[in-house]
Structure formats: structure tokens, C-alpha cells
């Protein structure tokens, strides 16, 4: 099983956006109305998600106005209102504002090697099962001679990707006491422009800084000579720097914004997930991809590095590991693996 993959042909935003939203039609609205679904489970109210999302969607215009424009293509193309598709771009905002924490999520690795090697990075993507239909690959040219290649879910501009400039990103879901809903630029769109726009881990910081934040996020930026976790937050945004090899989970790992930490209060397997991966750390980095994801591998109950939902929850407190991907900076391609680690074989990598 491999996920779809598409190029745009067009480097206009919102010319784009009706392309994809056009061919990926009944993709995308489905992918909306099992987003809905899940802020309702939450409590949220179609009223109130309307007004955030149409928030988010006035933030983004203000920050990124291409990006925005992007959106209102998707949305012409798929038939859908605007605020939908920006919904879709707002989930993490929307879930922030609801206070909802996650059982499962994100762990990532990067290793940086010292022998000339290109990076080796890798990271599990941990969502709700109901969304194993969501994810696509997709390729676009922002301008003429930059091209950016991301997984992410239909009508969503972006997750995690990389560039021909060389850099790629990763992406884990952070909560911290200053998320609020008084939304402000979604954080999957901070990710997009970075992919879009930076070419050093430092551009991607200034980026990040650039965005008035209402949830929490963490994007570890890679390219050939570093990489660093930039850990976001409507409180502020750090710089977590790696020194040969780079672990991530769900919690904050800066000092001071630590303090604020509120997914790992919750929801503590985060630090075991953490914790396993350190005691991993001369497997995940091996130079084979099997290798490492198999490195990744944890089953244990309270912090699995590889989930499997439980049938007997309901939709939205299911959680599944639902793809492995991998990023190689050098050549700028994405690798991915359709479900965990325990699932890996040299044959299932998907090169995109």
C-alpha cells in the first residue's frame, strides 16, 4: 500500500489550490467533514470551529497572503467554503482552543553524521486511525527552480517535506499553558513557509518568530551542515540545537519553555517515548531505513513508538501510527512507509 502522490503544475497560489481541489476533490471534502467530525467529539460547536477557522483564515491573509490565497483555491476547486479549508489548515489551532491532548503522537530523529554523509532523519506519524485515508505527496514549484515536496493530508498546504534548497522539516504537536483560543497563524502554515522559503535553520527560526502563534508545535529543520528543533508557542519560540543526534517527542525540551509544558503533564508517555529512543541511539543511526525505523520500534503500553489502535475506543480516542517517513535532504525527496515501524521492510519504502 502506497499513499497517492501529485505534482501542481501551476506556481500561482491560488491557481494551484483549484487544481488540487479540483482533482482531489471527494478527498478533500471528505477529509473536512472527518475534521469536523472530530472537533464536534470535542465539543465544538459548528458555530464556534466556523469562527476560528474564518480567524485563522483572516491571520494567515495578514502573514502569508499567498498562502491564503492558496487556500481559497483548494476551496474554489473542492466546492467547499473557504472557512472549511481553512479549518482543515487550523486543526491544530482548533484542538489547542478546545484543550484537547493527544494520547499518541509524533517521534522524530536526526542525525547528522561527521563523515560527509548526507543527514539521516526519520520520524513516526501517530494521528487517528479514521484518518488513514488523509495523507497525500505532494509536489509543487513555489517559484521557477525551488521545488517542495511534502506528506501531508488533503487540503492542507503542508506538514512535513522538504526542498530543493536542501532543508527538510519535521513535525511533532506540542501543548503549552499560553496555547489560547484567540487563534492566530496556524502552525502546519508556519511549516509550509518554511518549506516554501528557507534555506537555513536560521531563516526557518526567523519564520517562525515572524508568526503571532495560538497553539504549540515543534518543527526540527535539517539541512546538510545542521539542524534544530524549533520548538513553537504563542509564549515564544526556541532554537533546540543538535549535536550529532537530535530526539524528539511531544513535550518541550527548551528550559524555559518548558515550564509551560502541558501535553507531558497529561499525557507522561511522551517522556518514555523519549527515553526509549535514547536507549536506541546506535541504531537510529544506521544509514538503512529499515534499520532505523525497526531502531524506533516500541510497543510498550503508555508510550508506544509504533501505535495500533484499540477498536473498542471511540473514533476520536483512537489512536494508530499511520505513517514512517524519512526525509534525504541532499536529493530532496521524501520517503514513506504507509503505517509503523513494525511494518517496515526495504520493499514498503514509498520514494516521492
Known sequence: MTFPGFASSSVLPFSRGRE????????????????????????????????????????TADWAPQLADEMAGIASGSGLETWRIAALNARTEILAALRVTGEGECSTVVCLPVDGQAPRTMQTWDWHDR???????????????????????????GK????????GAHFNILRH??????????????????????????EAADIARSARLSASTVITVVTEGAAASLELCPAGVAVVPVAGLLLHTNHFLDPSLATG????????????????????????????????????????????????????????????????IALDVRSARVYAHRGGPCTATPSTWQLF
Do not use: K
Not at 28 to 38: D, G
Not at 42 to 47: D, I, M, N, S, V
Open 261 to 324: 509544558e502541558r501535553l507531558g503533564t497529561e499525557r507522561p508517555g511522551t517522556y518514555a517515548r523519549l527515553e526509549h529512543l535514547r536507549d536506541q541511539a546506535d541504531g537510529l543511526v544506521a544509514a538503512d531505513l529499515t534499520a532505523r525505523a525497526r531502531a524506533m520500534l516500541s510497543h510498550e503500553v503508555g508510550g508506544p513508538v509504533c501505535a495500533h489502535a484499540n477498536p473498542a475506543e471511540p473514533f476520536h480516542q483512537r489512536w494508530e501510527t499511520l505513517a514512517t
Open 20 to 59: 488540487f481541489g479540483t482533482v482531489w476533490r471527494d478527498e478533500v471534502r471528505a477529509t473536512a467533514s472527518a475534521y469536523e467530525a472530530l472537533f464536534a467529539a470535542h465539543g465544538g460547536c459548528p458555530a464556534r470551529t466556523r469562527a476560528w477557522a474564518e480567524e485563522a483564515f483572516a491571520r
Open 177 to 202: 499553558a499560553s496555547d489560547s483560543d484567540r487563534i492566530g497563524v496556524p502552525v502546519h502554515l508556519v511549516a509550509r513557509r518554511i518549506l516554501d522559503d528557507a534555506r537555513t535553520v536560521a
Open 160 to 167: 512535513i517535506g522538504v526542498n530543493s534548497a536542501g532543508l
Open 131 to 157: 484518518f488513514g485515508g488523509a495523507p497525500i505527496l505532494w509536489s509543487y514549484d513555489v517559484r521557477p527552480g525551488h521545488t517542495v515536496r511534502t506528506f501531508t493530508e488533503f487540503g492542507v498546504l
